[in-house]
Each structure stands twice: as C-alpha cells, then as structure tokens.
C-alpha cells in the first residue's frame, strides 16, 4: 500500500505538508525569508512547547498496521526523515535491496535523498522466513532552481586545489565511514544556532549552457562569528578538523546512529575531538567564515548513508525568540 508523507492516526494515514524551498547558498546567501522564519541575533532560545527535552518528534506510533505490520513517523518526501517500526519477529529488514539495522525495540531509520525516486520499498524477513513488504510513496518537492545563463559555472580550480582536495574527501568519506552508536537519532533534533536563514537545502544555479551547477546541500544560519554552535542530538565526534579545509573551513561531524550524521561548516573554532561523545545542546564550536564563505554563517548538513536530508524537516520551523 503506498502512502505519502504524513503520521498515522489509529488505522488513517493523515497527509503531511509539503515544505517550498527558497534560494540560498554558502557562496552567495539569499534574500532573507519572511519575518516569522527570522530570529535577531542573539534571541533566546524557545523550549519544544509540550515536549519533554530529548523525546523525539518523530517518534512513531506505537500500533502496528494491519495491512503490513509496519508503522512511520516522518514526512516521507524528499529530503525527508522517517522513523519506523518493523514488523513483530523482524529479523533482517531491507530498504531498496540494502539492509538496514533495526533496534531492539523494532525502530529503525529511513530517509529520503534530495533526488530520490516516487517510491521506496521496505522488505522485513520475519523469524519463520516469512516476508512483509511495503512500498513507500516519496513526495516530490519544487525546489527553487535559479538561472544565471550570462555566468560561467566555475572556473577551473588551481593546481594547489587540486594538489589538497584529494585528502580532504577522503578525511571526509573516512569518516562517513564510522558507524557509532549513538541514540540521538531518536532524539528531537535542535537547531545547532538561532538566526536568520540565508541559504536553503535542496536550490540550486544553473550557469551558462545549461551546466547545473552542485545543489546547496545543507541550511545556512546567518549569525556573527564567534556565535556558540550547539550539537542537535546525541552523538559521537567523527571529524574535527584540524586545520580548515579548502571549502568547508574547519569542518566538525557527528555521527548520531544508524547511519545519521551532522555536518557543521566554516567554524571559527572546533570545541571537541574525534571520539568525544556529545550531548544534545552541548556547546561544540563557534560560527565562522573559514573554508568557502562570503560571509560568517553556520553550514549545517545532515545525510544518512548516501542520502541528502533537509535539516529543517528533522529541526522543524527556526525558533522565534
């Protein structure tokens, strides 16, 4: 049975909404987004209102369906983040061919790339052999897509680029390779800073004879250097740079489980270590404009193995102080 994304009530599937995206990059940030979306530097932060600190938004609910045996909670479109619970007696679960971990209590995390195709499937091998299967509906979204047909895409990079890039990818790749155990994955997500947003997951430029150029893969924070970055969730540190890197700057990454992980760009200072593990609200660095950047600002991205996510799906709206 196909659904879209949204959260079960009972045996009902009620639709979720489907979040527009404006332009925005590191390189050339947007115009700002409306006023209720932006927060003055240095606001306050606002609690969760009803939700006890740590308990996850999307944390699903706790009846099995009928039809599968499987239930969600998350907006399954793309850029989005799901948590599910398997089947009673799930002994292996797949997404799309690739297995996945399931947790002890059944739970287990899905997410859905920038890019990702009308439909997913899940596949639960049960104890006795059996198989459940279920077929995913992945909303498209309308990303902003803005056309600068009198532009170059890039020029071409210089031989010391090219000479240092190699190592950077593969400090990056290594340590997307690492998987911690972490339960933050379940947490409620928090923004890692207050303020305005000036670049948004998922836009994209296209220059000059029609080359696309790469689409803006995380959520900029627009806010002064110096400016306390917090972690989002739980989680264990799987790179802090030691020296900043060509784009990223000094580069810090988290690893929350099950395949999640944050990316924090462009700080002015990293505050932790590889190995440390870190606690949801935890001071970690500071916003910066090292690496890649026209301005100070925080870069957050998040993937879950080689998918994309939007943070402000899992983060939910940007706190009014």
């Not at 799309?96 to 997410?111: M, N, T, W």
């Not at 195709?117 to 104890?127: I, K, N, Q």
């Amino acid at each position: 049975m196909a659904r879209s994304g949204g959260l079960f009530r009972g045996r009902r599937w009620i639709a979720g909404p489907i979040v527009m995206i404006v332009q925005g990059s590191c390189i050339a940030p947007a115009a700002p987004p409306p006023p209720s979306a932006a927060v003055p530097a240095g606001a306050a932060r606002t609690p969760d209102a009803g939700r006890p600190a740590g308990q996850s938004r999307l944390a699903p609910p706790r009846q099995s369906l009928i039809q599968t045996g499987f239930a969600y909670s998350g907006p399954m479109v793309q850029g989005g983040t799901v948590i599910g619970t398997a089947p009673a007696g799930t002994s292996l679960l797949s997404f799309d061919g690739v297995s996945i971990p399931v947790a002890p209590d059944g739970r287990f995390l899905i997410a859905f790339d920038r890019d990702a195709p009308a439909s997913a499937t899940l596949v639960a091998t049960l104890g006795n052999g059996q198989t459940v299967t279920d077929t995913l509906s992945v909303a498209r979204r309308a990303w902003n897509i803005e056309r600068l047909a009198s532009l170059p895409r890039f020029a071409q990079p210089s031989e010391e680029f090219n000479r240092l890039r190699p190592a950077e990818i593969e400090a990056i790749n290594a340590a997307r390779r690492i998987n911690a155990v972490s339960d933050g994955w379940r947490q409620n997500f928090l923004w890692p800073a207050i303020g305005r947003l000036s670049g948004m997951f998922g836009s994209q430029r296209i220059y000059k004879n029609g080359e696309a150029g790469a689409y803006h893969s995380g959520t900029d924070i627009a806010q002064p250097a110096g400016t306390p970055v917090i972690a989002p969730a739980d989680g264990v540190v799987i790179l802090a740079a030691d020296h900043p890197f060509l784009l990223e700057g000094n580069l810090l990454m988290i690893d929350h489980g099950m395949g999640l992980n944050s990316a924090f760009l462009h700080l002015s200072r990293i505050d932790v270590k590889v190995g440390d593990h870190v606690q949801r609200g935890q001071r970690i660095g500071a916003v910066g404009m090292t690496g890649r950047a026209t301005g100070p600002h925080l870069h957050w991205s998040l993937k879950w193995r080689d998918s994309r996510i939007d943070p402000l799906l899992l983060a939910g709206p940007m706190p009014v102080g």
